[in-house]
């Protein structure tokens, strides 16, 4: 479908726009009543195919169309060009490494997403924010709670994998990161309240987090 939307369509269209040109100016200038009849008759035919060609074509690139705004730096590393696949910015790839979109991501076919944890030292919660120690580091966050369904405050997330590996030749990629979607408090642990000293550094998911991205996600469907 990508293929059709991005080479085939083009050239129907300008190869059968240029046909269509040359059979009318060719009936406009004979001279010869019958030719300029027969001139006449191959544009009309012309203009019918590429009309019913284009609408069947338009029709079978509906799903592609649908599914491409989607489609992000963050699992599609190259993009078609003139036909052919390009890497794209080394730049745009690191930026939207650390997009929290995963969202997007289950709305593609090629992914298929896995629940995982990791358990965190929880410290408490202060003014509407919690804060927990990971990797030796304190983070606040201010995401999506729910409970533990064991005695261990665990981060939640999504790791999303390629589960048609014929996507790969197109530029699609296993994102590194995992999406971060809750913090699941453990029951014991959720009236329990912290307030960070001032010599200590609050840390961010979103820089930080190593492979958790930050807790607020996007979409291409939000209004803003």
């Not at 019918?48 to 649908?66: D, F």
């Not at 064991?150 to 530029?171: A, M, N, P, Q």
């Not at 590194?176 to 998911?205: D, F, G, M, W």
Request: proline share 5%.
């Amino acid at each position: 479908m990508e293929k059709l939307s991005t080479i085939w369509i083009p050239v129907c269209m300008f190869g059968g726009g240029a046909l269509i040109l040359i059979a009318a100016f060719s009936a406009i200038y004979q001279q010869r009543s019958l030719m300029k009849k027969w001139f006449l008759g191959i544009s009309i035919t012309l203009i019918a195919v590429a009309t019913i060609s284009g609408l069947v074509m338009w029709h079978l690139i509906q799903p592609y169309r649908t599914l491409l705004p989607y489609v992000s730096a963050r699992v599609r590393v190259e993009k078609v060009e003139l036909g052919r696949l390009v890497p794209l910015d080394g730049n745009e790839v690191a930026t939207m490494s650390r997009l929290n979109n995963w969202r997007d991501l289950d709305k593609l076919p090629m992914y298929k997403r896995q629940t995982v944890s990791q358990p965190v030292n929880y410290l408490g919660q202060s003014n509407d924010t919690e804060y927990f120690e990971l990797a030796n580091k304190i983070f606040s966050f201010s995401g999506k709670i729910q409970t533990a369904p064991g005695k261990k405050t665990e981060l939640v997330g999504y790791r999303f994998t390629v589960s048609d590996r014929r996507y790969t030749k197109l530029g699609f990629i296993d994102p590194n990161n995992i999406s971060t979607t809750a913090l699941a408090i453990a029951p014991a642990q959720k009236k329990r309240t912290y307030e960070p000293p001032s010599t200590v550094k609050v840390h961010y998911l979103q820089q930080d987090g190593g492979q958790w991205l930050g807790e607020n996600d996007g979409s291409v469907d939000d209004p803003e």
